[in-house]
């Protein structure tokens, strides 16, 4: 459930014609430059101040706070 002070910020990158599993290549060590931390379930740790979410060829990045 969200909270009544979540904020959306979206950034438009250009618009580019390539598969996702380039753009996965591409974006393979995102997790390891956010210093995104999983446990041995594949579960984010409570210490990561990010999340990354991959699908295909799309992405999202949360942050706990608004300064992050």
Partial sequence: ???A???FKTHNIATINCSPL???IA???MEDTLNIIYD???R???KSEYALVKYADDF???AKT???
């Fill in 44 to 46: 984010i740790n409570p």
């Fill in 60 to 62: 999202v990045i949360c």
């Fill in 27 to 29: 974006l393979h060590g």
């Fill in 40 to 42: 041995k379930y594949g």
């Fill in 1 to 3: 459930m969200l909270s």
């Fill in 5 to 7: 002070n979540v904020t």
């Fill in 22 to 24: 380039l753009l996965n």
């Fill in 66 to 68: 608004k300064e992050a």
